[in-house]
């Protein structure tokens, strides 16, 4: 418990600061706004892949570019607004091509070791792999 003195002189000071040293003006401040929090919004790109998922975006490209998984995995291909195929590479083992689909999600099970590339074949240079081990 501090001295009766010590709590006088803290008091004191408050009131000294409170009436603005010594001003003039007793007009009142108007109190700021509140702010109002700004809502934000959900971001739509890029979304990150779950496991086992490719997204096929609307950047035209193929989130991951290339994705490792375990022989037997089922991978799901995202498509984004933009439309877009999954067009294997002729290699033993490759799963059913996907044809140009959009908005929507199309499975794919992987029961062959092995590296399994693709290409959407509206957007030259989009492509990616599966390697499955
Ligand atoms: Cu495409």
């Known amino acids: 418990m501090p001295p009766v003195r010590a709590r006088l002189s803290v008091a004191l000071l408050v009131s000294a600061l409170a009436c603005g040293g010594g001003g003039g003006s007793d007009a009142p401040t108007a109190p700021a706004a509140p702010s109002t ?12 892949p779950a496991a086992n998922e490719i997204i096929a ?14 022989r037997g995995t089922v991978v799901t291909f995202t498509f984004q607004a933009t439309t877009h195929n999954v067009i294997f590479n002729n ?21 062959t070791a092995g590296t399994f590339g693709y290409d959407c074949t509206l ?6 792999s599966v390697v499955v081990n």
């Open 91 to 111: 290699v033993t083992g490759a799963p059913t091509n996907i044809s140009s689909t959009s908005s929507s999600s199309v499975q794919r099970t992987f029961s």
């Open 37 to 48: 929090p700004s809502t934000p919004s959900a971001p739509t790109l890029p979304t990150a």
């Open 57 to 70: 975006t609307t950047a035209n490209t193929f989130n991951p570019a290339t994705l490792t998984v375990a």
């Open 123 to 128: 957007h030259a240079g989009m492509r990616g």
